[in-house]
Structures are given as C-alpha cells and as structure tokens.
C-alpha cells in the first residue's frame, strides 16, 4: 500500500558529494519516520539517518558531521545529503519508512508497526 523510490546513487569520488532522495507514495498518511539504512558488501545493514515525523534525527555513528537527512513532510520526500565521501560509504542504500502513526486508522492497518523498504540505490564513492 506504500510504495517508497529511491533516486540519485552513482558514481563519485572520494570527498565529493552526492544527494539522494526518497519519495513514497500510495497510502502515505500512516507513516511516522522516513530516512535512510545502507548495507555495504559482507556487512548488515546499518543506520544512516531517520527522521521522525516531528522532525528530529537520529544518525549513524560513521556518518555523523557528514550527512543530513531533511523531511518535507508535505510531499512525503526524505533526502539525504552526503558530503566528504569515503570509499567506505559505498553502499546500497535503502530509504525506509515506519508505518506507526498513533490514530485509529492507521493501527487498524494489517502493516502497521512495520517498516518499507525501496529497492535500494547504490552508491559508489571511488578513491
């Protein structure tokens, strides 16, 4: 019922940046958090940045001072803007939303209190 697209990976090198964003749509009135999780070859999946819908922030450890996550929540589009990048941010990263919004018709929902997940956008940063 949700449906969350990724755009802008690719190709770049170290210490450059790159902007990727996220638009979801269908169903879009349940989601609580938007934001970010990358998965690196031979590694889990980790945090890169989720906003909540009041709009603050948590973020991974190795991207903290490096990347911002910004929300408008009015087009149901989470970006993330990564600056200074490093041959070890190269990843899949995978734009995620929290379907946990606190009303009656969003807890009546057969996928409330989990996540989506897009496809994945990779980014590559060359050293």
């Known amino acids: 019922q949700v449906q969350l697209m990724e755009s802008g990976g690719g190709l770049v090198q170290a210490g450059g940046s790159l902007r990727l964003s996220c638009t979801a749509s269908?169903?879009?009135?349940?989601?609580?958090?938007m934001g970010w999780y990358r998965q690196a070859p031979g590694k889990e999946r980790e945090l890169v940045a989720v906003?909540?819908?009041?709009?603050?922030?948590n973020y991974g450890d190795s991207v903290t001072g490096r990347f911002t996550a910004s929300r408008d929540n009015a087009k149901n589009v989470v970006h993330l803007q990564m600056n200074n990048l490093k041959p070890e941010d190269t990843a899949v990263y995978y734009c995620?939303?929290?379907?946990?919004?606190?009303?009656?018709?969003?807890?009546?929902?057969?996928?409330?209190?989990?996540?989506?997940w897009g496809t994945g956008t990779l980014v590559t940063v060359a050293s």
């Open positions: 906003v909540n819908n009041n709009g603050n922030t």
């Open positions: 995620y939303a929290d379907m946990a919004i606190v009303q009656t018709r969003c807890v009546i929902r057969e996928d409330y209190g989990r996540p989506y």
């Open positions: 269908g169903d879009t009135f349940c989601i609580s958090a």
